[in-house]
């Protein structure tokens, strides 16, 4: 074989890696835009004392059986951002939001926008 037919065999693959690459690609970018309109239809503002935040991996958090199982696998080795809050009379462990995480104030009550047991979004802190 010569360089040149080397060559076109590298790039061939290379071509064909990059095209299930991009297949790959918009379908999970499908699958999130889906998921986001889910979340965007079910979610709730609510007011919420917030005990303590931190990073967690899932099965170290206290979360209920079926939302553990609902977790990805990729997910549940990772540490995730999970805040401890008090809602009404009940203390809760919420996922959050990686954006709005860095934000939420500790031992304060805040409005935030709940999806489930999901916090999408943040009001500001109550006076």
């Known amino acids: 074989m010569t360089f040149f037919q080397v060559t076109l065999i590298i790039i061939a693959v290379l071509l064909g890696i990059m095209g299930i690459l991009y297949l790959v690609g918009r379908k999970m970018q499908s699958k999130m835009d889906e998921q986001k309109s889910l979340i965007d239809q079910h979610k709730t503002v609510t007011s919420i004392l917030i005990i303590d935040k931190k990073k967690l991996k899932a099965k ?56 489930g047991v999901y916090i999408v979004g943040f009001k500001g802190a109550k006076k």
């Open 60 to 115: 170290d958090a206290n979360l209920p059986k079926n939302i553990h199982d609902q977790i990805p696998k990729y997910l549940r080795f990772r540490k995730l951002p999970m805040v401890k809050a008090k809602i009404g009379p009940k203390i809760t462990t919420l996922l959050c939001d990686d954006k709005v995480f860095n934000d939420l104030p500790v031992k304060k009550m805040v409005k935030v926008e709940l999806a």
